[in-house]
C-alpha cells in the first residue's frame, strides 16, 4: 500500500510538522525496524487477539469491527454456498447420470456459461434486470436506508429482498463449477468395476447411483466445497461491492483506499486462518466419507 501509516493517522491534522510524524512513529512503534521488532510486536499482539485500531472507524478496535461485518458476509456466502452445493450436486449426478443424452448436453453447457460468468458480470446483469428495470428487487445494500418496521416479519421481508439478488449471484457463480465436478466424479465412478457388479446382481439404477455411485463421486466436491469456503472472504470483494453489501469485501476496499493498515491485516488474518480451517475440515470429511485415507 502506498503511503505510511503516520501520515494516514495525522490526515486532516493542521500545521503538520516533522516533530509531529516522529513523536506519532515513536508513540506506534514505527521509527523501529519491522523485522524483527515491528513484526514480533505484532504476531505477540494477534495472539492476545489485539488486531489494532481502526482509522477509518475513529479508532474502535479492529477486531470488532471485524466482528460487525463478518455476519453479512457469512449470511450472504453460507446460504449461498449451501444453495449452490444442493443445486450443483443435483445437476452433476443427474447430467452425469443421463451422460451423452440431450439433457447431459444442455445441463453440461449451462454448468460452463455459470461457470465462465465473472460473479461481478452476473451481479450487474441481476440489477440492470430485476432491480432497475423491472424494480423487483432494492439496488444495494441489506436493509432500507431509514425504514421503520412495524415488527420482524416486515424487517425480515425487508432483508429477503435485499438478499435475493446477491444470493443468486453466488449461488449461480458456483452451481455451475460444482456441477461441472460432479459431472465429472459420477461418470468416472460408473466405470468403476463395484457400480458393474451391481447391476449385474440386479440392482435397481436409482439403488446403484444412491448406494454407491454417489458417495464415492461426493469425495472430490468436498476438497471443492472446502476451498470456497476458504476463499470467501476474497469472493466477497467482487460481490459485495457490486451489491454494496455491508460485509468484509465492502470492508476491505473501504480500508484500502482510506489506507487503514490495521483493517487491512485484520482481514487478510481472518482469511488466512478461514483457509487454514477449511482444509482441516475438508480432511477431516474426506476422512470420514473414504475410511482408506485413515489407514
Do not use: C
Not at 487477539?49 to 460487525?68: K, N, T
Not at 451481479?123 to 432500507?144: H, N, Q, S, V, Y
Not at 487491512?264 to 475410511?291: I, R
Request: proline share 5%.
Amino acid at each position: 500500500m502506498p503511503g505510511s501509516p503516520e501520515r494516514v493517522i495525522l490526515r486532516g491534522t493542521p500545521n503538520l510538522t516533522a516533530e509531529i510524524l516522529q513523536q506519532t512513529r515513536e508513540r506506534w512503534g514505527l521509527d523501529k525496524p519491522v523485522f524483527p521488532d515491528q513484526f514480533v510486536a505484532y504476531v505477540g499482539a494477534t495472539a492476545t487477539g489485539d488486531l489494532g485500531f481502526s482509522f477509518i472507524a475513529h479508532g474502535r478496535p479492529v477486531g470488532d469491527v471485524l466482528a460487525q461485518r463478518i455476519w453479512p458476509t457469512v449470511i450472504l456466502f453460507g446460504l449461498g454456498e449451501l444453495v449452490a452445493i444442493v443445486l450443483g450436486l443435483l445437476l452433476g449426478a443427474y447430467t452425469g447420470w443421463r451422460r451423452g443424452g440431450a439433457v447431459d448436453y444442455v445441463g453440461n453447457g449451462i454448468s460452463l456459461v455459470l461457470y465462465s460468468t465473472p460473479y461481478f458480470l452476473l451481479g450487474m446483469a441481476f440489477l440492470l434486470i430485476f432491480a432497475t428495470t423491472l424494480r423487483w428487487f432494492p439496488t444495494f445494500g441489506m436493509l432500507t436506508a431509514g425504514a421503520q418496521y412495524p415488527g420482524l416479519w416486515e424487517r425480515f421481508l425487508d432483508f429477503a429482498g435485499h438478499l435475493a439478488l446477491p444470493l443468486a449471484t453466488v449461488s449461480l457463480g458456483l452451481v455451475g463449477q460444482y456441477a461441472i465436478v460432479m459431472r465429472s466424479s459420477i461418470v468416472e465412478t460408473l466405470s468403476e468395476d463395484y457400480v458393474q457388479t451391481a447391476r449385474a446382481m440386479g440392482l435397481r439404477e436409482g439403488r446403484i447411483l444412491g448406494r454407491h455411485a454417489l458417495p464415492n463421486a461426493l469425495l472430490p466436491t468436498v476438497s471443492l466445497v472446502a476451498i470456497n469456503l476458504g476463499y470467501v472472504v476474497a469472493g466477497a470483494i467482487t460481490v459485495e461491492v457490486v451489491f454494496n453489501w455491508p460485509g468484509l469485501g465492502t470492508l476491505a476496499v473501504e480500508a484500502l483506499t482510506a489506507r487503514d493498515y490495521p483493517v487491512l491485516q485484520g482481514v487478510f488474518l481472518l482469511l488466512g486462518v478461514s483457509v487454514v480451517l477449511a482444509n482441516l475440515v475438508a480432511d477431516l470429511v474426506y476422512g470420514a466419507l473414504d475410511p482408506r485415507v485413515r489407514t
